[in-house]
């Protein structure tokens, strides 16, 4: 399964964005997808996660601001960001994952991302 990212880009704070992620495979086949994101500096963060059966979370700093939603029938997982923030300046991943003791771990290798800046 091939992941590639878009959608990024410069933004004000205040502003919205959506990422795109195209799956190459069936998506319909993958049971945990998320998107991750990584700040200068900083480690990978799971910001949301979108399970086949619908059950969604999202990381406390994005809650009420990013929706995580999947596409199955065109093979893309999104990720609309509102009310963006300088703080949410990172490379967002794709990335489908697995659930090992109620936690969620990447499967494959980071791609490029996308980059998303939230400045004014």
């Known amino acids: 399964v091939q992941l590639v990212e878009s959608g990024g880009g410069l933004v004000q704070p205040g502003g919205s964005l959506r990422l795109s992620c195209a799956v190459s495979?069936?998506?319909?086949?993958?049971?945990?997808m998320g998107w991750y994101r990584q700040a200068p500096g900083k480690q990978h963060e799971l910001v949301a996660a979108n399970t086949a059966s619908g059950i969604i979370s999202y990381a406390d700093s994005v809650k009420g601001r990013f929706t995580i939603s999947r596409d199955n029938a065109n093979n893309t997982l999104y990720l609309q960001m509102n009310n963006l923030k300088p703080e949410d300046t990172a490379v967002y991943f794709c990335m489908e994952m697995r659930r090992i003791n109620s936690e969620y771990q990447p499967l494959q290798s980071w791609g490029q991302g996308t980059r998303v800046t939230v400045s004014s």
């Open positions: 495979g069936n998506m319909f086949d993958l049971t945990y």
